[in-house]
């Protein structure tokens, strides 16, 4: 699902006052904490002085198998991230591959009825914002002894999914067990592996990794494109929409880009997505969990995009699902990325669903239409708070022992609450960039920009969105007529409002210099 993202890393001192003080005022209007209570601090403490007297790890966590620390984990996350929710191992076999995918066991240190627990509970989710994240569990625990870090022994929820040649799951399993991960890349560090390899290269940055590890890496630029094969094939979507960093330009101030999602970042995903219909699976099986769900697209909706692509000139064969038709657009082509944003209107009503032997979804039911498939979330618990459920359920069913009580107590209230904290996340990250969009551009109100048509409004074909790319900015437009979906346009900054959150931009009528894609 396409979404705004912010990428942390900025120091506090390039962050200007104006801009604070709006981040602060968005703090204390959405009741953002900016602390933890002292009850969770001391019982923290206990947690890590209990670890911390421990002989072993073996001894700090007796439940753990500890075969699975001789697996050659490594991890592969957004440069700098700290909270390294998963592992990953990928071998061959005789029929195709074995994947080991290491989960973090935030139930090793986080127990329920507890001040964390609770705590973990009026959070819901890490919050994400340019200069800060504010985190589901405290960073000695999220960044520090729950973390997969290089080179420390943690206890994992440990998935065991074997996949044919052609990438189709065979089998599952997940316990619990001590890993170990060997390295941490970054997505550049790993795209540049696969690359070098792909390009019979040997950059002078490269990352040098021993022969198992650097056979993990290349093993999911195999098994990733066959998973987005099998997805397109079950009719799941993904798009492949530009993300919109925040980011400190040479002058430590603020500046803004978008970024084109790299192969090995979405190769990555589709490991989790696996891992994730692995859970759903388990779940269903088993008659009690908590599924990830989105209803089909409505009909009319379909018709309404192929109505778009036709007036976007786009070639959508009638024997090609919207799915098959997403898989051959590239974000690069501004017709494209008309489309793509307009293709997001099919992706509405997602939610969540608990269920028990006497409501267990059949058939399609409860099913995530997205994705094609019956899916959970279970591979980000140190910042989901419903991932923790989700994992002890499904190590309950394939361990063959009863789900712990505190799971099946908390499951009814879970879907409000993962939906509640779900909207404060989307509306506090798409808060903090219409701040930094205002910020930058308040200076420039009457001036010109360039920028793609990527959305109109069906009710008033005059209303949409533009998407510019110098400042990289995705924002309201509005014109005297009919908006040119999919062209580029150049439009006039109306306002632009700190206070207000902000940005718009008016489009007068065409000019000779109007570019369409017929014209390139």
């Not at 082509?333 to 992706?347: D, G, I, K, S, V």
């Not at 006039?492 to 570019?515: G, M, Q, V």
Request: hydrophobic residues 35%; negative net charge.
């Amino acid at each position: 699902m396409p979404q705004r993202v912010v990428r942390l890393g900025l120091p506090q001192p390039s962050v200007s006052e104006t801009i604070r003080d709006a981040f602060e005022h968005l703090r204390n209007e959405m009741n953002v904490p900016r602390s933890f209570p002292d009850a969770v601090h001391a019982e923290v403490n206990t947690v890590l002085a209990s670890i911390r007297s421990a002989q072993s790890p073996q001894e700090a966590w007796p439940t753990h198998s500890t075969d699975t620390l001789d697996i050659p984990f490594l991890t592969i996350d957004p440069d700098g991230s700290m909270d390294l929710d998963q592992a990953l191992h990928i071998g061959r076999t005789t029929n195709g591959f074995r994947i080991h995918y290491a989960i973090a066991d935030v139930a090793a240190f986080v127990h329920a009825g507890g001040a964390l627990d609770a705590e973990a509970h009026k959070r819901g989710m890490t919050l994400y914002a340019p200069t800060e994240r504010t985190p589901l569990h405290p960073p000695a625990l999220s960044e520090d002894v729950a973390s997969l870090l290089p080179e420390q022994t943690r206890p994992a929820a440990v998935w065991t999914i074997d996949v044919d040649d052609d990438g189709h799951m065979l089998t599952k399993h997940v316990k619990r067990g001590l890993v170990r991960s060997r390295a941490r890349l970054s997505y550049g560090q790993a795209q540049d592996i696969v690359d070098a390899h792909t390009n019979k290269t040997n950059p002078p940055n490269l990352v040098s990794l021993s022969n198992e590890l650097l056979d993990t890496v290349l093993h999911l630029a195999i098994v990733g494109p066959q998973r987005q094969h099998i997805e397109q094939a079950r009719g799941g979507v993904s798009l492949n929409v530009p993300e919109q960093e925040v980011h400190v330009d040479d002058e430590h101030g603020f500046g803004l880009s978008f970024r084109t999602v790299k192969d090995i970042e979405n190769w990555n995903a589709q490991i989790s997505l696996l891992t994730g219909m692995a859970a759903a699976q388990l779940m269903l099986e088993a008659g009690t969990g908590l599924v990830r769900t989105l209803p089909p697209a409505d009909p009319r909706d379909i018709k309404r995009l192929r109505r778009t692509a036709h007036a976007l000139g786009l070639n959508w064969p009638k024997t090609q699902t919207y799915g098959e038709f997403l898989a051959t657009l590239t974000p690069n082509n501004p017709r494209h990325a008309a489309f793509q944003h307009e293709a997001t209107t099919l992706f509405r009503g997602a939610d969540y669903r608990a269920f028990t032997p006497e409501n267990t979804p059949v058939g399609d039911d409860a099913k995530h239409n997205a994705i094609g498939a019956h899916y959970a979330h279970v591979t980000a618990p140190l910042r989901r708070l419903g991932d923790r459920y989700t994992t002890e359920i499904c190590l309950a069913a394939s361990g063959n022992y009863d789900i712990p009580h505190w799971v099946t107590q908390e499951l009814p209230q879970l879907p409000k609450t993962l939906a509640t904290s779900g909207r404060r996340s989307n509306a506090y990250t798409r808060s903090t960039i219409d701040i930094v969009e205002a910020a930058l551009l308040i200076e420039y109100i009457g001036h010109t920009f360039e920028g793609v048509i990527v959305e109109r409004e069906d009710k008033d074909p005059r209303r949409g969105d533009i998407m510019i790319p110098e400042p990289a900015v995705h924002a309201q437009v509005r014109g005297a007529a009919q908006l040119p979906l999919g062209d580029i346009v150049t439009v006039t900054l109306s306002e632009a409002d700190i206070d207000k959150r902000r940005i718009r931009f008016h489009y007068d009528t065409p000019t000779e210099n109007h570019t369409t894609e017929n014209n390139h």
